[in-house]
T-cell receptor, first 111, second 115 residues
Framework: AQTVTQSQPEMSVQEAETVTLSCTYDTSESDYYLFWYKQPPSRQMILVIRQEAYKQQNATENRFSVNFQKAAKSFSLKISDSQLGDAAMYFCYNAGNMLTFGGGTRLMVKP | DVKVTQSSRYLVKRTGEKVFLECVQDMDHENMFWYRQDPGLGLRLIYFSYDVKMKEKGDIPEGYSVSREKKERFSLILESASTNQTSMYLC??????????????FGDGTRLSIL
């Protein structure tokens, strides 16, 4: 079975600060892809960042970066210089043989 | 830009009714997906399809069926709606038949209430 765990149901960050959202997963596959998706309130789910498991280098997209620890099966998302528009539900997703989303983390950004 | 359109944002039905949720994508994607989203549970895959007339069960297919007669359209069917199927339903699509390494593009979701 494949599982994805987001242990933080809610997180809060001050505007312009940095926040890290955690995600751990369990898989028996050697080749897989990991994603972070963002779902703003009442809006469409959109892709934030993607990591290929065979790549050791951590993915980066502007203010968003990941800390991918393959041996530990950990895939955390770091948001730097947080902005009000970053407030959303964030979902970690493992696209292997099974397509598995985590339970989500609600991020609140304080002005 | 990829557009995934779900036919309704909000839907209210009664128990026992047969319910159809429609999804259309305009980018000629091979893969299409139906999820339900519940608080604390994230998104759970109901069914997906790699191609026309092809379907695969996801994690929670019970009580649901799907239809993909045309490449751009993927329908979710609740055969006999029950109150525990009240949820947000999300449709998604992605290119390529597999591996599933491409990001999915999501619709706006349908909030379905079964009374």
């Amino acid at each position: 079975a494949q599982t994805v765990t987001q242990s933080q149901p809610e997180m809060s960050v001050q505007e312009a600060e940095t926040v890290t959202l955690s995600c751990t997963y369990d898989t028996s596959e050697s080749d897989y892809y990991l994603f972070w998706y963002k779902q703003p309130p009442s809006r469409q789910m959109i892709l934030v960042i993607r990591q290929e498991a065979y790549k050791q280098q951590n993915a980066t997209e502007n203010r968003f970066s990941v800390n991918f620890q393959k041996a530990a099966k950990s895939f955390s998302l770091k948001i730097s210089d947080s902005q009000l528009g970053d407030a959303a539900m964030y979902f970690c997703y493992n696209a292997g043989n099974m397509l598995t989303f985590g339970g989500g983390t609600r991020l609140m950004v304080k002005p | 830009d990829v557009k995934v359109t779900q036919s309704s944002r909000y839907l209210v039905k009664r128990t026992g009714e047969k319910v159809f949720l429609e999804c259309v994508q305009d980018m000629d994607h091979e893969n299409m997906f139906w999820y339900r989203q519940d608080p604390g549970l994230g998104l759970r895959l109901i069914y997906f399809s790699y191609d026309v007339k092809m379907k695969e069960k996801g994690d929670i297919p019970e009580g649901y069926s799907v239809s993909r007669e045309k490449k751009e359209r993927f329908s979710l069917i609740l055969e006999s709606a029950s109150t525990n199927q009240t949820s947000m339903y999300l449709c998604a699509s992605s290119p390529r038949p597999g591996p599933l390494n491409q990001p999915q593009h999501f619709g706006d979701g349908t909030r379905l209430s079964i009374l």
